[in-house]
């Protein structure tokens, strides 16, 4: 009995008393992670992610052929899945069938011959009617900015994540970018974000080894930005606060590069200790400061494969009560 009440005040009680909201928010973290982890919702969500693993490969800057087996297996599997839920007519379902035509067609058209297993799994399980033509971007740079100074459908529909650059931007456009970044609300007007730039190439490989998120195009990356929160600046119980308001931030930025015609992609950083602690050796931080995202940014290439990365539909997005 002792030991079940200890059990409990250490588990329960203590980190209740001591973080309040954040040990609610890591238990609904772990329920939808681990719990409702056979969910319809985490079926699209997972098939989602996979269709965008494989856009990456067929947009990266030299696209190894035959690319993404074992992904393209995991697509399938659970695209079976979707079949036995009737989720077969949803939009992550007709992404995944234009994928799929693609990813056939593209090898189709370099004369590569796909594994033969795979083939045959890929077209059992296309269904052409599905297929409306939705394929990844090419564009020239000059039109991937052409509407970068229009109104702001225009503009923010036109902007998309680079993942292939040619060289580094003009340093004062980019102090122009942050400076109307920083036009972004913030909690109280705190402000606790801080840019950090690292241009040095030898630094840029570490920190990307690290990262983890930038195989395939890290090589062509220019420049990375680590978008930080200063713990000092935040109040009490604003602990998520500062997540919030660097994401704001980010959004603010991420346009701000796209009017000032550079290109950017973010890198995530849900690191864990050692990822940190290892950029921390490579960047000064101060201990206060906590890294929410980094970014890649830099002129793109004159030519440009973008990834289609299509959005959600506003009946999949806006609940109206
Ligand atoms: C927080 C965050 C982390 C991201 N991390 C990565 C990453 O590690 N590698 C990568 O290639 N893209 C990364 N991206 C880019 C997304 O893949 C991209 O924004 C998404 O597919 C939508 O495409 P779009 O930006 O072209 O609209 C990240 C985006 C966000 C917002």
């Known amino acids: 009995m002792k030991y079940f009440s200890n059990l409990l005040y ?61 992904r393209c297996m995991e697509l399938v599997r659970l695209l079976n899945i979707c079949q036995a839920r009737e989720l077969s007519r949803t939009e992550e379902y007709i992404m995944a069938m234009n994928l799929i035509s693609e990813y056939l067609e593209f090898h189709k058209a370099k004369g590569y011959q796909l ?55 003009d340093q004062d456009l980019f102090r122009r970018a942050v400076s109307l970044a920083n036009t972004a609300p913030s909690a109280c007007n705190r402000q606790a974000h801080k840019v950090h730039v690292v241009s040095d190439s030898v630094k ?18 220019p420049q ?27 959004s603010s930025l991420m346009y701000s590069m796209h009017y000032y015609e550079i290109g950017s992609v973010f890198l995530n950083w849900s690191s864990t200790l050692r990822q940190e602690r290892a ?25 440009l494969r973008l990834c289609r990365s299509e959005k959600k539909s506003l009946n999949n997005t806006l609940i109206e009560l």
């Open 279 to 303: 950029l921390r050796e490579l960047i000064t931080l101060s201990p206060t400061e906590t890294v929410t995202v980094l970014f890649a940014f830099g002129v793109p290439e004159d030519y």
């Open 204 to 221: 840029i490989a570490a920190i990307l080894k690290i990262q983890g998120g930038a195989n395939g195009f890290g090589h062509t990356i």
């Open 10 to 70: 250490l588990n329960v009680f203590l980190p209740v008393a001591f973080f309040g909201k954040s040990y609610f928010l890591f238990l609904k973290y772990l329920r939808g992670f681990l719990v409702m982890s056979n969910t319809d919702a985490r079926l699209l969500v997972n098939l989602r992610v996979s269709v965008h693993i494989l856009e990456k490969g067929l947009t990266m800057p030299r696209t190894r052929l035959g690319f993404g087996k074992s």
């Open 115 to 169: 594994d033969t297993s795979l083939k045959k799994l890929l077209m059992d399980i296309l269904e052409p009617d599905l297929v409306d033509g939705r394929k990844q971007i090419g564009l020239d740079r000059e039109n991937f900015f052409k509407y970068a100074q229009s109104d702001f459908e225009l503009f923010s529909k036109s902007r998309r994540s680079v993942r292939n650059f040619s060289r580094r931007c």
């Open 224 to 250: 990375i930005g680590v978008l930080t929160v200063d713990y000092k600046c935040l109040g009490r119980f604003e602990e998520h606060d500062g997540y919030f308001n660097s994401g704001l931030y980010a």
